[in-house]
């Protein structure tokens, strides 16, 4: 059994190295695995990438089984030369109807990494989809490695997100969400209490000074809309990390904070929440798409789903014109159980047992996604 793997995995984020855990995952579980890029900016080419990979691009294209595609859906190809052409796919859109419907037509198979991309896919008149979960090397999660200095919040609880904003408009009313959980932290928390909110954030196209400004700005506003203190100072700290830094800052950030928070319109799985579980951090998280995947709601060790409502989606700066439009509905989810489950955590920080979330990450470990993905291609 030969797999021809083609995908985006010398981009950056979450989507490339998803593809990356995919190849090794494939190569790990002894199978044939030869793989290639499709680079879609200049800088791709000379990005690193594991030595591994590296080898197996050198492979030869001689007698491939089966394709796996794991490309943008309008970069996908038909064809009949194997015995399965699958395409990876991933969303976080109530419907495409209107854009990429007739790319994944084009396939065999179409696998997507949790439930409801499913049920989107097959509502859409897809009957072809398999859920097929993102797969990570969980061995690879030092826990006791280098923490990163976080002066002079150390000794504080911290709350955290990570992500990046696709577009060009205001940075905090995107798919991130992230005027509503600076809403819920700055009224759920005093200026006394030891806590602290770290946003690491970085926009495309934008500098570190750009980010760190509107968010800023988006959070004084917040602040005085709450009109809970006439002095704004009194409310709890935040602090922007908008730097570009290496992973294994990312990696120290994780092992030195404490509880994961997003208030996402969606996300087909959220790499950074599921590697903080496997650091042992707590992710509280909208009840929608990846999440449902790894977070167990009957236990509040491996984190919390926090319920909403789908109202029209109105995002200004999706990375492509023809999604998010209002023919889509987003996930919005609730305010007050995201300050709820905060106040929780903060409160239990001394009795959470976080072992329970880094074994619940372990359902996804190479050697048990590569079952799947046999099971699927037999």
Sequence with gaps: MKILYIGHYKETGGWAKTSLDHILCLDRAGLDVVCRSVDLTPQAASREIPERVKELEQKDLQNVDYCIQSLLPHHIVGSKKFKKNIALFVSENSTIKHIWLNDLR????????????????NRDGLDNVKVVPYTFDIQNYDRDGKQIELYPIDNKYKFYFIGSTDGHGDICADRKNISSLLRAYFSEFENGEQVCLLLKVRMFMRDAEYVKRMINEEAEKIKQQLRMHKDINKYPQHIVWADDVENDMIQGLHRTADCYVTMSHGEGW????FEAMC????PICPKEGGHMEYIDPDNPNTGKLINGIYNVCNNLNPAFQEVGTGRENWFCPSEVEMKQAMRFYYENRDTIDRSQGIKQAEKFSYENV???IKENLQ
């Excluded at 959220?270 to 929440?273: E, I, L």
């Excluded at 650091?279 to 707590?282: E, I, V």
């Design 106 to 121: 084009q396939v065999d198979e179409v696998w997507v990494p949790n439930n409801l991309n499913k049920e989107v896919l």
């Design 270 to 273: 959220d790499v950074p929440a």
């Design 279 to 282: 650091y042992g951090n707590t």
């Design 370 to 372: 590569a079952k799947i």
